[in-house]
Structure formats: C-alpha cells, structure tokens
C-alpha cells in the first residue's frame, strides 16, 4: 500500500511536464525518476520476487529499479538508490557523494524521503558531498508537521527547514521559511547551492515540539556550474571576507562580468542584504549595467523590503522591484563606488521569486580634457546647426522602469516612453508572457480562404477578458458569416469547445462588459464572404487568477479570491488596487464600481490590510473619521459624486468606508473567517477617466492562512459589575483566529466604570490585535399597527440604532480607563479580533455606578407611551389643536432622557 507521500511522488512525474511553464523566469533541472505504475515505491519495483544477495535461490528480496540496489536482509523487502544504501534503515543524518551516486546508479539525481517513522521532537540534516564545478539543487514537494508557519510575523516557528553551508544544530530556524502543518509546492521550492573546497551544502531538518508523524518530499540533483540553464550565473567575482554575500567585481573590461541574486535562478534566502561592488577604490571608470532579469514580489508594501538599487558612492541612483523587462543603465565614476544592493525581506508561498540577474562591463573613463574638446565641438555644431524644435509632449507609461541616457556626457533619469498598446491581426498569435493587453482587428489583406484566425496562448493560470468595442456582421447566413470564441477540450470530439458564436442576421448587442473565457489557450475563428461589409474590433487582456483574483461575469472589474482555490497554497496572499487597463474596454466616460470579495475556506481566515492611498478631485467634498465604532464617510454631496472605499461583511453589513485624503489614518486592517467585500467607486461627475491621477488610488494587501477559531465563550451580560477575561493560549499547530462580540447590557444606571487591560506589546503587535468599544442606543420602535412585514420591522429597528465611539485599543496598548454615562438607556459592545500564532490575553472590568429605580423608569415609559398615543390619534383625526399635548409630550421626554 502506498503512503501520501509515495502517491505525491508519482503525481509530480505526471505534472513534471508542464512546470517549467509554472513561472516565466524560474528554472530548475527536469528530474525525471525510473517510477512505473504498479512499483512500490520510486526505487523498489516489487517487494518480493528477486534473489537476495549470496543466495540466488532465495527470491524473498525486492526486485529493484534501474539505478536502485538491494537493502541488507533486515530491509530486503526495500530499496534505495545506489551509493545510498547505508540509509535503508534511517534516511536521516547521511552523506550524499555525487562521485559515489553518480558511479553506482548512473545518475546524478535522486529523492529524498525520510524514514515513516519519523516524529519531533528531531533534528536532521543531509549533507552533499560533490566536486567544485557542481552545484546542488533541491526541489521541495511537499512538507508534514515541520514547525508551522506564523504569517504576521513571517516566519517559522517550533521548527522548519534549511539549506545552509555546515551543520549547526543550534542555528536560528526562525529566519527558515520552509516549515507548515500540511503544505504542497506547485511549482515546487527550488534552492541552489554552490559546492567550494570548504563548503558542502546542507539540508538540515528540525522540529521542536512533539509530533505523531512529519515528513518531506524532495527532489535532489549535482548541477554542473556551466549548465546554461541552472548553471552558475555570477562570473567575475570575488566574496568579501567576513560577509554573507557581498561580492567585489574589480575587473570587469573585456569579457565583462555577471552578477545573479544568492541562490538563482531559484528561490533567494529570506532578510539579506548584499553589495555587489563594481571596479576599484579611487578609481574613475565608465560603467554599463544591464538588467537581464528581474522578478521580485510585487506591491507597494514589498517594494520596501525586495528590491534592487544602484548606488554611484553614497547617493542612490535608482531602485528597482517587481518584474520587467530588460533595463540598462549608464554611469561614470569621478572615483566613488559604484555598488548594487539586494535586500530581500520575508520570502512566502508562492516561491516563484528568484531575484535578478545582470551584465555589467566596465571601461576606463573618458579624460575630463577630452569630454570638455567634444562638447565645445557639439556647441559649435549646434550654433551653426540649430536643432529643430522639439517634438510634442508623448503620454508616459505609468508602469514603464526607469533607465538612463548619455546627453552630451550629463547623464539625466528618464522613463522609458509608453510602448503603444499592439494590435493583432488575422493569423496571428498572442503570447499572453508578453503581452498581457491589447486589441483584435480582423484585416482584410491577411485573410486565408475567407477566415481570420487569431490564437490567444497565456501563462499557467491565465484566464482571458475579451470585448468586442465593433462587430459587423451585415451579410449572410451563419454557414457563411460568423464569428467564434472557442477554447481547448479534449474530451470533445474536434477537441475544441465553442465558448460564444454570433452569426449574421442575429441581432448584436454591443457588450457592456468583456466577456469572461476560463481558459489559458483560446481561438478566435472571424468568417466572411464579404470582407469589406463585415468586420470586428476589440480588445483583450489576460488575468493571472493566482496573482490577480478570478474576474467575474458581467462586469469589467469585479474579482472573486478564493482562499482556498489552489490546495498547494494554504498560505495564499497577495494585493488588490485600483483598477487598471479598463481604459482599453472603452470604461472611460461613466463611474466605475468594483466589487472585491474575499471568501475563506474550511478552517481558514484572513487578514485585509489597506496600506496606501492617494487623493481624488473629489478628494475636498468628503472626510473619513475613525473610532471605536469603524470609519465612516463624512460628506455633504452625495456619495454617487466622489471617489469612495466600502467594506462589508459576509451578510452585507457595512463595516467601514474611506474617501478623501485618508493616508494619515492607515493602515486599515480588517479580519476574517467569512467573506469580506471590498467595493470600490470612482464617480465620473467631476473629472475625466483617462487622468489617472484625479481619481482615488489604494492598495491593500490580503493573505489568507490555516487557522484554528477561538471559542468566544459567554458573550452577553447583565450584571452591574463583571469580568471578561480571556486567557492566553498558545498554539501547537494553526495560528488562531478570534472575531468575538461582547454585549453589556447593566441594570438602569447613570454611570459605568470600565478598566480594560489589553496583550503586552511583546506578545502581540498593533497589527495582531484590536479591541474596539462603542454603545448603543435603541430609539423606540414603530408603534404602526401595521406588522405585516418582517423584514421591514427589522430594518427599521437596525436603523434605528445609534452607536457612540468609546475607543479603540491595540496590541501594546496601555492599560486604559473609561467612564460612560446614561447607562441606563445604552448597551456596551466590545469586539475583539485577532489572527496570532498565540491567542493573547486580555482582561474588561466594569462596575455600574448610581443606579435608577426601575419603577420610576417604567411610570415615565408609561406616561410618555400614553401621551405618544394621544398625540397619534389626533393627527389621524385631522385635529389642529396639538400645541399643548406635544409640548407636554416633549418635556417628558426630556424628563426620562434626564433620568
């Protein structure tokens, strides 16, 4: 019977095809194991059947695999890989010999899977003993029990594991960022490290708390240095003495050098910051820089802690994150450093980062004699030639990177101008890797035999928006004129699937929304007798649903995130912001609502943080305020005319919203185990669509994760003086995630005292836990007779409700007091959210103060209920003599709110 993980082996040759496709710039070598269906295990073909060693008539023993070799007769029903065959007993704590591997199986790759038996609490490592032109690269499938992953603070803890230089059994595994209960890596995590005399690189494996069973699924191989394609990308260096990873490149002419990120082209290490220094002290030199790769998170929030920047002595030249395209620069040196740095922050699932890679090639610089002839040369030239005027301004691209040009030897910043939006046409296909928007024209002169066929081919997990903004279809039948979206279906008998077909003579609606294709390979088949009478336009753009959410039906920007859509990513995080590229699909004259929901899965929550903004025009006409009882729009225009941010919840209850210049108050955090909404609005009244600057602008940053829901325990209380504490619980697996609601509802009083102890600041941060505190008041129901609905009944007593702020505390906060008055006609409400790795404690006091005979309360109720009557039927008699009987109605109404 094959074990979980023996099954995820054989899924991983099944899928091991389409991986490299997984992310455009991580590469790894395709290990390709001897697994047959039926087998045992990756090196055991059958458990009996074969001779055992000196006894060939004995065929008890495991029939092994090519490359494999029998275990001893304690383990003859096993086997290993050749070379490792002193593991069969306990895969753990072993040396790996490329020489001795290589030799006896005949490959240099393998697996590694320690032993079933395996529990924490443990320590383990595999060491990899290889020759100097080798590098050793791991692929990590799947991990079990090893140390949890703590998402606020991203890192592991009570374990994890490492791929570090030596064995050092006391090291730090909470910098690791390999660890989880039950994680699964599609595409898998891929490390590299480079084998030198003193350095043979280590896996090590620890787990601190006990366990019933933990294990692993990985995937070893000797690279050689020169590989092309996984090989060692740096050339020219030499490491700096007593430095993790800084780098000297003094001699970089000729052959030029190259500089790659630690670890590439696989997944770089976590919180590092290395310089890569360019030439030699008080040297002046020129210098080329070309950034042939670069893929770092991208975001706002990781911008600050991913990036690469270029430094010409002290002062920053530039600073780069996220991905792009291939980017040069230019420097000279009057004698400061030149130097590159690399920080890195947190690196979290999904590992498809693996930081950049450059040429850089160096010449000595120009004599200041010689720069000072040619530009006397340049001025005499331009008296005599005068320039012609200069072009009109170009539209600059919001995303485009920054570079640098050589003016007359003055070296100036610059952004690159915007590459205009490319149109495809008839024949053509569309490489989603490189073209993520454009648009679709059927052209008349690149038809084949009266068809125009366009393919769109994404990456893994795209999906594709198209909009037709014109479509023709004036002549003939739907045998002769029609237009086809279809995707890829191997189940169907043409293998394709027709998605959407319209035919001429059928009446075209022009679409408000693109239409939705859940499909990463998608046909566009246009046929036509008359090519000049029928014709079709468009527009397209491809959405990646791992990084960007699902897009949904009718609409041009509402997105669905499933927390729990891809099972290998329990850990799934990412960022929502203003929408973009809708300009393409003609959104430009009308406002613009975006719905962004956020839904959970089984045993999961996750937290929403707003980070940054920036202003609208409408930005002056609206206030955002926050207390105790969430963020509020405060605004004298209608809401429809200005740029706006909404929260709800799960059953659609409005928990915040933001407008105007809000950045001062962020961030904004938000948490759940349910399903959130985000709604987005920009209103079109009183500024254009296309100037991207005059509209509201966020980002928020979400990150859902396995967790455990705390118990909220008693939640209403009616005494006039009590306790609520909650103690601190800590962990051993999921973090925690408490959303609880307390009501506090005394006996009629004047006054409450109130103590409220929150979690010191060394268990939890100001982003772990929140407390917010506000009453309430219930204004008197209806007293119409008329109770046929509900539903109505309900909503008027929700709107009736008036809440007022009392305060808001967090994490670290310090122990606070407050006093609340005219208890005797409020409720208190306390809500307490959290998602930590340690459920943190907190302690609420209260005491009422100067109580209200309750007999007294109910006469006023009475006689202001009997007044209330009266004054009722007189209007519904149409009598005009009310003066007396509503002043007296007011007065005693005064009179009980005294009270």
Same mark, same amino acid.
């Given at each position: 019977?094959?074990?979980?993980?023996?099954?995820?082996?054989?899924?991983? &040759?099944?899928?091991?095809?389409?991986?490299?496709?997984?992310?455009?710039?991580?590469?790894?070598?395709?290990?390709?194991?001897?697994?047959?269906?039926?087998?045992?295990?990756?090196?055991?073909?059958?458990?009996?059947?074969?001779?055992?060693?000196?006894?060939?008539?004995?065929?008890?023993?495991?029939?092994?695999?090519?490359?494999?070799?029998?275990?001893?007769?304690?383990?003859?029903?096993?086997?290993?890989?050749?070379?490792?065959?002193?593991?069969?007993?306990?895969?753990?704590?072993?040396?790996?010999?490329?020489?001795?591997?290589?030799?006896?199986?005949?490959?240099?790759?393998? +697996?590694?899977?320690?032993?079933?038996?395996?529990?924490?609490?443990?320590?383990? &490592?595999?060491?990899?003993?290889?020759?100097?032109?080798?590098?050793?690269?791991?692929?990590?499938?799947?991990?079990?029990?090893?140390? !949890?992953?703590?998402?606020?603070?991203?890192?592991?803890?009570?374990?994890?594991?490492?791929?570090?230089?030596?064995?050092? *059994?006391?090291?730090?595994?909470?910098?690791?960022?390999?660890?989880?209960?039950? +994680?699964? =890596?599609?595409?898998?995590?891929?490390?590299?490290?480079?084998?030198?005399?003193?350095?043979?690189?280590?896996?090590?494996?620890?787990?601190?708390?006990?366990?019933?069973?933990?294990?692993?699924?990985?995937?070893?191989?000797?690279?050689?240095?020169?590989?092309?394609?996984?090989?060692?990308?740096?050339?020219?260096?030499?490491?700096?003495?007593?430095?993790?990873?800084?780098?000297?490149?003094?001699?970089?002419?000729?052959?030029?050098?190259?500089?790659?990120?630690?670890?590439?082209?696989?997944?770089?290490?976590?919180?590092?910051?290395?310089?890569?220094?360019?030439?030699?002290?008080?040297?002046?030199?020129?210098? &080329?820089?070309?950034?042939?790769?670069?893929?770092?998170?991208?975001?706002?929030?990781?911008?600050?802690?991913?990036?690469?920047?270029?430094?010409?002595?002290?002062?920053?030249?530039?600073?780069?994150?996220?991905?792009?395209?291939?980017?040069?620069?230019?420097?000279?040196?009057?004698?400061?450093?030149?130097?590159?740095?690399?920080?890195?922050?947190?690196?979290?699932?999904?590992?498809?980062?693996?930081?950049?890679?450059? +040429?850089?090639?160096?010449?000595?610089?120009?004599?200041?004699?010689?720069?000072?002839?040619?530009?006397?040369?340049?001025?005499?030239?331009?008296?005599?030639?005068?320039?012609?005027?200069?072009?009109?301004?170009?539209?600059?691209?919001?995303?485009?990177?920054?570079?640098?040009?050589?003016?007359?030897?003055?070296?100036?910043?610059?952004?690159?101008?915007?590459?205009?939006?490319?149109? =495809?046409?008839?024949?053509?296909?569309?490489?989603?890797?490189?073209?993520?928007?454009?648009?679709?024209?059927?052209?008349?002169?690149?038809?084949?035999?009266?068809?125009?066929?366009?393919?769109?081919?994404?990456?893994?997990?795209?999906?594709?928006?198209?909009?037709?903004?014109?479509?023709?279809?004036?002549?003939?039948?739907?045998?002769?004129?029609?237009?086809?979206?279809?995707?890829?279906?191997?189940?169907?008998?043409?293998?394709?699937?027709?998605?959407?077909?319209?035919?001429?003579?059928?009446?075209?609606?022009?679409?408000?929304?693109?239409?939705?294709?859940?499909?990463?390979?998608?046909?566009?088949?246009?046929?036509?007798?008359?090519?000049?009478?029928?014709?079709?336009?468009?527009?397209?753009?491809?959405?990646?649903?791992?990084?960007?959410?699902?897009?949904?039906?009718?609409?041009?920007?509402?997105?669905?995130?499933?927390?729990?859509?891809?099972?290998?990513?329990?850990?799934?995080?990412?960022?929502?912001?203003?929408?973009?590229?809708?300009?393409?699909?003609?959104?430009?004259?009308?406002?613009?609502?975006?719905?962004?929901?956020?839904?959970?899965?089984?045993?999961?929550?996750?937290?929403?943080?707003?980070?940054?903004?920036?202003?609208?025009?409408?930005?002056?006409?609206?206030?955002?305020?926050?207390?105790?009882?969430?963020?509020?729009?405060?605004?004298?225009?209608?809401?429809?005319?200005?740029?706006?941010?909404?929260?709800?919840?799960?059953?659609?209850? +409005?928990?915040?919203?933001?407008?105007?210049?809000?950045?001062?108050?962020?961030?904004?955090?938000?948490?759940?185990?349910?399903?959130?909404?985000?709604?987005?609005?920009?209103?079109?009244?009183?500024?254009?669509?296309?100037?991207?600057?005059?509209?509201?602008?966020?980002?928020?940053?979400?990150? =859902?994760?396995? *967790?455990?829901?705390?118990?909220?325990?008693?939640?209403?209380?009616?005494?006039?003086?009590?306790? !609520?504490?909650?103690?601190?619980?800590?962990?051993?697996?999921?973090?925690?995630?408490?959303?609880?609601?307390?009501?506090?509802?005394?006996?009629?009083?004047?006054?409450?005292?109130?103590?409220?102890?929150?979690?010191?600041?060394?268990?939890?941060?100001?982003?772990? &836990?929140?407390?917010?505190?506000?009453?309430?008041?219930?204004?008197?129901?209806?007293?119409?007779?008329?109770?046929?609905?509900?539903?109505?009944?309900?909503?008027?007593?929700?709107?009736?409700?008036?809440?007022?702020?009392?305060?808001?505390?967090?994490?670290?906060?310090?122990?606070?007091?407050? *006093?609340?008055?005219?208890?005797?006609?409020?409720?208190?409400? !306390?809500?307490?959210?959290? !998602? *930590?790795?340690?459920?943190?404690?907190?302690?609420?006091?209260?005491?009422?103060?100067?109580?209200?005979?309750?007999?007294?309360?109910?006469?006023?109720?009475?006689?202001?209920?009997?007044?209330?009557?009266?004054?009722?039927?007189?209007?519904?008699?149409?009598?005009?003599?009310?003066?007396?009987?509503?002043?007296?109605?007011?007065?005693?109404?005064?009179?009980?709110?005294?009270?």
């Amino acid at each position: 019977m094959m074990d979980s993980l023996t099954v995820l082996s054989i899924q991983v &040759w099944l899928v091991i095809a389409y991986c490299s496709f997984c992310s455009p710039q991580l590469s790894y070598t395709h290990i390709s194991l001897p697994f047959q269906p039926g087998q045992v295990d990756t090196w055991t073909v059958q458990s009996t059947g074969c001779s055992c060693q000196g006894s060939s008539l004995d065929l008890s023993c495991a029939c092994c695999a090519k490359g494999g070799c029998n275990c001893d007769m304690s383990n003859k029903h096993r086997c290993v890989q050749c070379g490792l065959e002193s593991s069969c007993g306990n895969v753990c704590n072993i040396t790996l010999s490329s020489q001795d591997i290589i030799e006896r199986s005949g490959r240099s790759t393998g +697996e590694l899977k320690p032993s079933a038996d395996l529990r924490g609490p443990t320590f383990c &490592w595999f060491r990899f003993a290889g020759s100097s032109d080798e590098r050793v690269e791991i692929h990590i499938y799947r991990i079990l029990r090893i140390g !949890i992953y703590d998402p606020v603070h991203s890192r592991c803890a009570g374990g994890g594991m490492m791929f570090s230089r030596t064995v050092d *059994s006391v090291a730090d595994f909470s910098t690791a960022f390999i660890c989880g209960e039950n +994680e699964r =890596f599609s595409p898998p995590l891929v490390l590299f490290h480079d084998i030198h005399e003193s350095n043979t690189p280590v896996l090590m494996l620890k787990i601190d708390g006990p366990t019933d069973r933990s294990q692993f699924l990985a995937h070893y191989s000797f690279t050689k240095k020169n590989s092309k394609l996984t090989g060692q990308k740096n050339k020219g260096g030499k490491n700096v003495v007593n430095t993790d990873c800084d780098v000297e490149y003094s001699d970089c002419e000729g052959g030029g050098c190259r500089i790659a990120s630690p670890g590439h082209p696989g997944v770089y290490p976590q919180n590092l910051e290395c310089r890569y220094y360019i030439g030699k002290h008080n040297t002046k030199i020129r210098v &080329w820089i070309k950034l042939l790769k670069l893929n770092l998170p991208r975001g706002s929030r990781s911008c600050e802690s991913n990036y690469l920047a270029i430094y010409k002595g002290g002062e920053e030249v530039d600073q780069l994150c996220g991905d792009g395209d291939v980017t040069e620069f230019e420097l000279e040196s009057d004698g400061s450093r030149i130097y590159m740095l690399f920080r890195t922050g947190a690196v979290v699932s999904p590992f498809l980062y693996n930081g950049f890679l450059a +040429e850089v090639q160096t010449k000595p610089a120009v004599p200041d004699s010689t720069v000072e002839n040619r530009r006397e040369l340049v001025h005499a030239s331009q008296r005599e030639n005068p320039p012609p005027p200069p072009p009109p301004p170009t539209v600059q691209s919001t995303d485009s990177k920054p570079g640098f040009i050589n003016d007359g030897y003055v070296l100036k910043s610059m952004i690159n101008p915007e590459r205009e939006v490319r149109v =495809f046409g008839c024949n053509e296909e569309v490489q989603g890797e490189r073209e993520r928007v454009g648009k679709v024209s059927s052209t008349p002169n690149l038809f084949h035999m009266n068809k125009c066929s366009i393919v769109f081919r994404g990456a893994e997990r795209d999906v594709l928006l198209i909009k037709f903004t014109k479509l023709e279809l004036r002549d003939g039948s739907c045998a002769s004129t029609s237009l086809k979206i279809s995707v890829q279906d191997p189940q169907s008998q043409s293998g394709v699937r027709v998605v959407q077909e319209i035919c001429a003579g059928n009446k075209v609606d022009r679409p408000r929304f693109p239409l939705v294709v859940n499909s990463s390979l998608v046909f566009l088949d246009f046929k036509t007798d008359d090519k000049s009478r029928n014709s079709f336009q468009g527009a397209f753009k491809f959405q990646n649903v791992l990084t960007d959410g699902h897009p949904q039906s009718n609409s041009s920007c509402d997105i669905r995130i499933l927390g729990d859509f891809f099972p290998f990513l329990p850990k799934l995080q990412g960022i929502i912001s203003t929408p973009n590229d809708l300009d393409i699909f003609g959104v430009n004259q009308n406002s613009v609502d975006c719905d962004y929901s956020l839904e959970t899965g089984a045993n999961q929550s996750f937290i929403l943080s707003i980070s940054s903004s920036s202003p609208s025009q409408s930005s002056p006409l609206c206030l955002t305020g926050c207390d105790g009882t969430g963020c509020r729009c405060n605004t004298r225009s209608k809401m429809s005319e200005i740029d706006y941010i909404q929260i709800y919840s799960s059953t659609d209850r +409005e928990l915040g919203c933001l407008c105007g210049n809000f950045q001062k108050i962020l961030p904004v955090i938000y948490r759940s185990d349910k399903k959130l909404k985000l709604k987005y609005h920009h209103s079109a009244k009183n500024q254009s669509y296309y100037s991207l600057d005059d509209r509201l602008k966020f980002s928020a940053q979400y990150k =859902f994760t396995k *967790s455990s829901s705390v118990s909220c325990g008693k939640t209403n209380f009616s005494d006039k003086k009590g306790v !609520i504490y909650r103690p601190v619980l800590k962990s051993a697996h999921l973090p925690f995630f408490e959303d609880c609601e307390y009501i506090i509802q005394p006996p009629p009083h004047r006054l409450m005292h109130l103590e409220v102890v929150p979690p010191p600041s060394a268990t939890v941060s100001c982003g772990d &836990w929140e407390m917010n505190l506000w009453t309430e008041i219930r204004n008197q129901p209806s007293r119409n007779k008329d109770t046929s609905s509900v539903k109505q009944s309900e909503q008027s007593r929700e709107y009736g409700r008036v809440k007022e702020n009392v305060g808001r505390l967090c994490g670290g906060s310090r122990h606070t007091s407050f *006093s609340i008055v005219d208890m005797f006609r409020k409720e208190l409400h !306390i809500r307490v959210s959290s !998602i *930590s790795l340690h459920r943190a404690g907190f302690k609420v006091t209260w005491v009422s103060d100067s109580p209200i005979p309750i007999d007294i309360i109910n006469n006023r109720k009475q006689e202001l209920d009997g007044m209330t009557d009266r004054l009722a039927d007189k209007i519904t008699n149409g009598s005009t003599d009310m003066t007396v009987p509503l002043v007296n109605c007011v007065l005693l109404l005064l009179i009980t709110i005294i009270l």
